[in-house]
């Protein structure tokens, strides 16, 4: 039916129904085959409102979700968030160092990439006995020592902090005393700390905890505080603390030098692993340790006394009753 009432309105009247009366439309039946152009009815919903239509509304299909954007368009952001993101961790987190040299054998080899807490001294750690510290160069001790040439490429890792730092003048040496305590060698060891000898094994295999010479390897320091004395496990292989005694700190470390610990050897993979601190460092080796040993038995003693004194006056007054 629909076929026949277009085909009636399309100027073949005069030839099919020549001599009759046409009737008119019917606005409900002209309704359902008038374009959306046309008003519809008052309040019916329908229509567009007289604007043209869309593909939707023409095809009477829901709109369709939003098309997502290319793979390609997103890496550019992806890349710089990590980027952002690896700076923060380097510069407030852990960063990794390059091991230059063999002062630190075994514990380190040359070549060796360590990753450096970095957070812990944000909230007020200080470097403590034992542990394996990073530090800026405190005054040119690393004088005469090549210097390293990175291209442009491994500049950048680095500032990122995705390879080593290359450009930096740090070292890495072991924390033997923290402020207030006296470090002393004589002949070839053992090494002592405010008087109690070390144990320790970590140092290389075949050599002395001290050196027999005098360029600073017998010494006996006091470290002041704020400042740490360092020295690496290959004894006689390391220029540390003992061997810079003549620059402005005496060979000491300042404290807000050093750049963080380190904790995990990270490269190569047959050396992963953990720098603990060595259970040598376990004793008790503060500098009033040994006062604090006989503080007990002295008081005791001298509560004692008024006792004493206050129980031969009650003896003697008795006795002479």
Request: contains cysteine; aromatic residues 6%; negative net charge.
């Amino acid at each position: 039916m629909g076929d026949v009432a277009v085909g009636a309105r399309s100027g073949h009247d005069g030839e099919e129904h020549r001599g009759h009366p046409v009737e008119a439309a019917d606005p409900a039946a002209d309704g359902a085959v008038t374009s959306g152009n046309e008003p519809g009815p008052a309040g019916s919903g329908g229509g567009s409102g007289g604007r043209p239509p869309t593909d939707d509304e023409e095809s009477g299909a829901a709109p369709g979700p939003k098309k997502q954007r290319s793979f390609w368009k997103e890496l550019p952001i992806l890349i710089g968030i990590a980027l952002v993101l690896a700076l923060l961790i380097k510069t407030f987190l852990v960063q990794a160092f390059s091991i230059p040299s063999d002062s630190m054998q075994n514990t380190l080899q040359q070549g060796d990439r360590v990753l450096v807490d970095k957070l812990t001294p944000w909230f007020g750690s200080e470097p403590e006995r034992g542990e394996v510290v990073v530090f800026h160069d405190p005054d040119n001790w690393l004088a005469g020592e090549p210097t390293p040439d990175p291209n442009a490429l491994q500049t950048f890792l680095s500032w990122i902090g995705l390879m080593p730092s290359a450009e930096e003048k740090d070292l890495i040496k072991r924390v033997v005393g923290v402020g207030g305590d006296t470090v002393e060698c004589k002949k070839t060891g053992p090494l002592t700390v405010n008087g109690k000898a070390l144990n320790e094994p970590y140092v290389y295999p075949g050599n002395t905890p001290c050196s027999m010479d005098d360029q600073g390897g017998v010494f006996k320091v006091k470290v002041p505080e704020g400042f740490i004395w360092v020295m690496g496990d290959h004894r006689q292989n390391s220029r540390d603390s003992r061997y810079n005694q003549s620059d402005r700190n005496h060979g000491m470390v300042p404290v807000n030098e050093v750049v963080g610990r380190a904790i995990v050897i990270a490269w190569p993979v047959n050396r992963w692993g953990t720098l603990p601190v060595p259970a040598t460092f376990d004793q008790n080796l503060n500098a009033g340790s040994a006062a604090l040993t006989v503080a007990p038995q002295g008081l005791a003693l001298a509560g004692a006394v008024p006792f004493v004194l206050w129980r031969r006056r009650r003896i003697a007054a008795a006795e002479t009753r």
